[in-house]
């Protein structure tokens, strides 16, 4: 007979391997496998852990995909409606609010109003006193903030056929109810350089006009200056210190990293966002935008001014921009490789979340 004490040993040893070995393969598929660095996947895990606040979206409907992809990355929007007579269905202001209202009702809170009116009823002898009766009655519906648009300075016109600027006296008591009612101003005034200079094939926004060519002012000589609007919206942010206001786009700045930090300094109730912008910062020479973000980072809010519900689209975007402002991996845009800012993380919690809450009162509910 052979050794018992031996045949114990090796069948210890047998049974070692299996548990171990079990164990193992329990373990290889309970967790997940990790993510690839520089991932997508890796970009939006870390940008949801920050509950992020996307302050200028444009959203007309709510499906289950989207909501469940809302609730995924913890994610809050602000969503912007505006009239331009320019689009079919942005003519009215009934259905601009109607649907928007829909789908903030629809989110459980991860999507908040910001409303508008109508600039051209401006000629109407009730315009400002029918202007603030709708937007105190949206107000009451939940709305947060109010836009104006670019139509104001660069398209609307009185009935004398002058160019409205934002800084119009018809304005004065409809600012001054917004900030009665402590609500915030988002303004976008003018557009980018581009729009007054020929196109240039390097510049982000060339293919924007060549689609939209109603909004480029190069062939218009007529229209305003990009100077005149501006100093306008400069007026509005003297004459009302009480105001909140949220220069979108960089504040039509965006290439002037210098002259945004002006406005910032001389401005307190200033503040910019990013939407459809960071293109631009990630075009711009890397230190300074990393000193200027770091410099002013109670100021400037996250947006992307993104629509509709393609989630892929937006999952892209916002792991891109992830990558830019969070990390030092290099990331290829537009044939271009951009290192990233790799932003301290209270820069990147004021940038995403922090400074939208403080702007914008009502953001989070």
Not at 16 to 31: D, M
Not at 143 to 171: R, Y
Not at 321 to 348: C, E, N
Request: hydrophobic fraction near 40%; glycine fraction near 4%.
């Amino acid at each position: 007979m052979k050794n018992p004490k031996r045949l114990i040993s090796i069948a210890l040893i047998v049974i070692g391997v299996i548990s171990a070995s079990w164990s193992l393969s329990r373990r290889l598929f309970a967790t997940p496998l990790p993510v690839e660095e520089g991932s997508t996947g890796e970009a939006l895990e870390a940008f949801a852990a920050i509950r992020p606040i996307d302050a200028h979206v444009h959203v007309f409907k709510n499906g289950p995909a989207f909501q469940a992809f809302l609730e995924r990355l913890h994610l809050t929007l602000l969503d912007i409606v505006v009239v331009d007579d320019t689009e079919e269905y942005d003519k009215k202001l009934e259905p601009q609010l109607k649907d928007p209202l829909a789908v903030v009702h629809s989110s459980h809170g991860h999507v908040v109003l910001c409303t508008t009116f109508d600039p051209f009823r401006f000629s109407d002898a009730d315009f400002e006193a029918e202007t603030i009766k709708q937007l105190n009655q949206n107000f009451a519906e939940g709305a947060i903030a109010v836009k104006v648009w670019k139509n104001i300075g660069m398209e609307l016109k009185t009935s004398e056929g002058k160019f409205v600027m934002p800084d119009d006296p018809k304005f004065e008591p409809i600012y001054r109810d917004i900030a009665k009612q402590g609500k915030t101003l988002l303004m976008h005034m003018a557009e980018p350089d581009l729009c007054w200079k020929p196109l240039d094939p390097a510049d982000p926004l060339s293919e924007y006009y060549k689609q939209n060519p109603q909004w480029y002012m190069y062939n218009k000589p007529d229209r305003p200056s990009k100077a005149t609007i501006l100093n306008a919206r400069d007026h509005v942010l003297a004459e009302y210190p009480k105001l909140r206001v949220v220069g979108v786009h960089l504040g039509s700045m965006e290439m002037d990293l210098d002259e945004i930090a002006r406005h910032l300094d001389r401005y307190p109730n200033f503040a910019v966002d990013t939407a459809a912008r960071m293109e631009y910062l990630m075009t711009a020479p890397h230190d300074k935008v990393r000193a200027f973000l770091i410099k002013y980072q109670a100021r400037v809010l996250y947006g992307t001014d993104l629509d509709q519900e393609v989630i892929k689209e937006w999952e892209k975007t916002y792991a891109q921009d992830w990558r830019f402002l969070a990390t030092d991996q290099t990331i290829d845009f537009d044939g271009k490789k951009i290192r990233g800012l790799k932003l301290p993380q209270p820069v990147l919690r004021k940038i995403y979340r922090e400074n939208a809450i403080h702007w914008i009162p009502g953001i989070v509910k």
